[in-house]
């Protein structure tokens, strides 16, 4: 039985070798994991602090764009002020256009005529000389 007793108490020795060794695994796995959840924790307080920097240059940006908008939407409410504006001025000049269209025929039809009587009065002028 001595020999039975010393190969239950080797395979008992290398049982608890064996467990040791799965033990001091555990335990480095363990180190690993938790060194790795250190990581893991700075990683995350570097993202929400890059959140934040994100979340502060969007709403910065987004202040910006709608300052833009606005002021782009004030620039076509002038443009379409102004683009009315010539459009009646338009309107307006072409109506002086034909005024003084209308007024040169007219002076030049006065013209005629005043050149026409000027002609029949010298006549009536030679007419009157002569009697």
Known sequence: MADEEKKLLALM???????????????AAIEKFNSVEIEI???????????????????????????ISARLDETERLL????????RTQIDLA??????????RDSAHASRSADELGARLADVENKIAHL
């Open 41 to 67: 924790t700075k990683l995350n307080r570097k993202m929400n602090g890059l959140h934040d920097i994100t979340v502060r240059q969007h709403s910065e940006t987004s202040g910006r764009l709608d300052a």
């Open 80 to 87: 379409d002020d102004r683009a009315r504006d010539l459009a």
């Open 95 to 104: 109506g002086q256009y034909n005024d003084v269209l209308t007024a040169l």
């Open 13 to 27: 020795e290398a049982m608890f070798n064996g467990q040791k060794r799965t033990l001091g695994m555990v335990e």
